[in-house]
């Protein structure tokens, strides 16, 4: 029979790993996913993972500051940026509908050989992080990797938005797992990057949307907002 | 130190006062000044790093070495000349290229910020920060590059916005991977993400992590760099970018990145011992040559070309750096400067042709020589320089990053290296050279009458302190910037270039 402290640290480290699952799982998820408005609500439920993995470290470690860079990731990543993305969504007049360049089985077929390669690339990583969140570590790259897979392989530029904030997630996970979260002032800047631009993306999606509409009044925006510029 | 915060303050104020509803001549004045004012405080720092080596400001925030020096005077020169230059473009373009007076204030104030995040990048210590700045670098120009509005710009901001974001999420693994070995070889530290803390353990760091953070850090800020393979965004910025900010982003934005690979080298190289990063930088470096010098010979526009130079430049300066040897060091980060300064007097150049001769085809801009005398011997002069042709400055940095290359026994890069440059020279001389020499076209008009925007003087004015530079410097290394080159090259190899190499001509020249 283990001693006590032992099983809780167990227990607090499967809690972590299995958010951290779920995260993945998400991102899975989003590759699977037909719908843009779905993508981007499987994006506010993983952001809302991941704040749940950041208390759970957080707790865990007592590395106190995480509790803050969870709270910030409910409100923006989980809730602000999803209600930007949906305004977005419902805004551009186009078939709300992904358009993979890869089908879809084949897609999450690649997604699979992602998460080897992460697997692969985290082990000499692993001994430098703290062991209590060791293997998520994998999983915080191979969200990485699939969110850059989103990015290229889909040709809404919607899906384009969800994908980098589907890499951002991803490192935050990866930079929580190897050294439970990076100087409070640092994380602040990240999070206030990702919602700069995150803004900006939507800005510029509207600009692009109302320059095609002026310049070709006939045509459905359709082509214009469907392709990769 | 204050000066810091001061060099910080004054684009950050100048962005705010951008806004106020003041007429848009007297922002654009305001701009400059605030740039020039920038530009003195950078100067006025010079003698003081010089003397104490670094300075530090904010509890090990804030921290400017030779190296850092070197940049900030870089981007607040920049910046003043492309300011300068801003104002007389804007008032030499008709009302509806230039948007609203509204438009415009957002432009001046972008514009500072953007500036003062670039500073930010080179004075912080902490790595995390440089991050988040060289981010910030990112979303404060991206509506400069879609300024115009239209299709094409908003879809090159698009790109810009999007490859440059991504790609940079590689270079914060790199960074989380260098705290972490900090981290988990000393404990938690506040200062464990700054530069100097890292350099101070650099031994005692985990190897591989080391590596691997090198590995993302290049990557990552590479594609900010715009290094083949990831250079995907920069011709599209490049050309659609209104021409002030053009200059800005290859003068200098490309330098911040790189200045971030730098910062990662040093820290690699002492960590690991030898010259891990070398071989990588220069495989880079000679991609980038390599296929900037495919894509100069093809280009129609003029801008893109000056883009897919701008690669070119970033590759030799990374070759450079890869070399490794405090003579090829000091050859690349002379270079540095170089090329921000050329490219700044052909972008500038660029944009009053454009102005005269409402369009960016290269075909369609012949006989400036004979057109507009001024500008025509700016193009000549910058695109003689540009290409390598001695006298001018940037003949000396890639003279001296080659021989240097000779020195240190890497003969065939070294070879490599100028048969590529021999065919850029060629590319770009067969380019440039119908636009300065031959017959002006028919429907341009000697007088520029027929517009209601006449071409502001201030357009010409611009050109001359970068065309003196490149001039001068191919002579004479004026003695504090010798010696900020010298530290910084210290600070990367430990060492300064000897007596011997070559430099020792210029050392001479430079002393009397």
């Known amino acids: 029979m283990p001693p006590l402290a032992e099983l809780i640290h167990d227990v607090e480290a499967q809690a972590i790993n299995v958010c951290a699952m779920f995260l993945l799982l998400t991102s899975f998820a989003i590759v699977a996913q037909r719908s843009l408005a779905s993508c981007v609500s499987l994006y506010a439920l993983q952001s809302f993972f991941l704040g749940l993995t950041a208390m759970v470290v957080a707790d865990a470690s007592g590395v106190h500051h995480l509790y803050f860079a969870a709270a910030l990731n409910f409100l923006i990543k989980a809730w602000l940026i999803p209600r930007i993305l949906h305004r977005v969504v419902e805004r551009v007049n186009v078939k709300r509908e992904v358009e993979p360049l890869v089908n879809i089985p084949s897609s999450l077929l690649i997604c699979g050989g992602l998460m080897i390669l992460a697997l692969y ?71 206030f990057d990702i919602l700069v631009a995150a803004l900006i993306f939507g800005v510029l999606l509207h600009r692009i949307q109302d320059t095609f509409e002026s310049a070709h009044p006939t045509e459905s925006t359709e082509e214009q907002l469907g392709s990769t510029p | ?47 003081h790093v010089l003397a104490q080596g670094t300075l530090e400001g904010l509890h090990h925030f804030l921290r400017v070495d030779a190296l850092s020096c070197l940049m900030v005077v870089l981007i607040s020169l920049t910046s003043f000349l492309a300011s300068f230059y801003s104002v007389g473009y804007w008032e ?50 991206a509506f400069l590059v879609g300024y115009y509005n239209k299709e094409v710009s908003l879809q090159a901001a698009w790109r810009y916005l999007i490859i440059c974001s991504v790609g940079i999420s590689f270079a914060l693994i790199g960074v989380v991977l260098a705290f972490a070995s900090a981290v988990s070889a000393a404990g938690f530290h506040e200062d464990a993400l700054n530069w100097s803390y890292l350099m101070s353990m650099a031994d005692q760091l985990d190897q591989t992590a080391l590596k691997l953070a090198f590995g993302f850090a290049v990557v990552g800020f590479g594609t900010k760099a715009g290094l083949v393979p990831m250079h995907g965004w920069l011709p599209d910025a490049h050309s659609e970018a209104p021409t002030p900010v053009s200059a800005l982003l290859s003068g200098v934005l490309l330098k911040c990145a790189l200045y971030a690979i730098i910062r990662f080298s040093i820290l690699v190289n002492h960590g690991i011992g030898d010259h891990f990063s070398g071989s990588i930088l220069m495989a880079f470096g000679f991609l980038s040559v390599g296929v900037a010098a495919l894509y100069i010979f093809g280009q129609t526009h003029i801008k893109r070309l000056l883009g897919y130079s701008s690669v070119e430049h970033i590759g030799i300066i990374t070759i450079g750096l890869g070399f490794g040897s405090p003579l090829a060091v000091f050859g690349a980060l002379f270079h540095m400067w170089n090329h921000a300064m050329t490219k700044s007097l052909l972008f500038f150049t660029a944009g009053n042709l454009s102005l005269r001769y409402h369009t960016m085809i290269i075909e369609k801009i012949t006989g400036s020589l004979r057109l507009t005398t001024g500008t ?45 440059l021999v065919m850029i020279f060629a590319a770009l001389f067969n380019q440039l050279s119908p636009m300065a020499l031959g017959a002006p076209p028919e429907d341009v008009s000697h007088h520029d009458t027929s517009t209601s925007s006449p071409i502001s003087s201030l357009t010409a004015w611009a050109l001359v302190i970068p065309a003196l530079f490149i001039i001068l410097m191919g002579w004479v290394i004026p003695g504090p910037l010798f010696e900020l080159l010298s530290e910084g090259t210290r600070i990367i190899t430990g060492d300064v270039p000897v007596e011997t190499s070559p430099i020792s001509l210029l050392r001479h020249v430079g002393h009397e």
């Not at chain 2, 684009?11 to 701009?31: M, N």
């Not at chain 2, 000549?380 to 000779?406: C, K, M, N």
């Open chain 1, 121 to 191: 690339l985290s082990q000499p990583i692993k001994q430098i992080g703290p062991l209590l969140t060791n293997d998520s570590l994998a999983l915080g790259l191979a969200i990485v990797f699939i969110g850059c897979f989103i990015m290229v392989s889909r040709r809404k530029l919607v899906t384009q938005i969800v994908g980098f904030l589907t890499v951002e997630n991803g490192l935050f996970l990866v930079a929580t797992a190897i050294t439970y979260g990076m100087p409070f002032i640092v994380e602040l800047g990240v999070f």
């Open chain 2, 1 to 47: 130190m204050t000066i810091l915060m001061v060099l910080l303050g004054i684009p950050v104020v100048a962005a705010v006062l951008s806004l106020l509803p003041l007429p848009i001549t007297i922002i654009g004045r305001l701009t400059v000044f605030a740039m020039l004012a920038t530009l003195v405080t950078a100067g006025g720092m010079v003698p």
């Open chain 2, 92 to 141: 030499s373009q008709p009302r509806e290229e230039r948007g609203s007076d509204r438009k415009l204030r957002g432009y001046y104030a972008l514009y500072s910020l953007f500036v003062a995040s670039m500073l930010l990048v080179c004075i912080t210590d902490n790595l995390g920060v440089l991050w988040v700045a060289l981010e910030a670098t990112t979303l404060a120009s």
């Open chain 2, 376 to 420: 025509g011997v700016a193009l000549l002069v910058g695109g003689l320089a540009l290409s390598g042709t001695p006298p001018f400055s940037i003949f000396i940095s890639e003279f001296l990053i080659v021989s240097a290359g000779i020195q240190s026994d890497h003969w065939v890069p070294s070879l490599l290296l100028i048969v590529l």
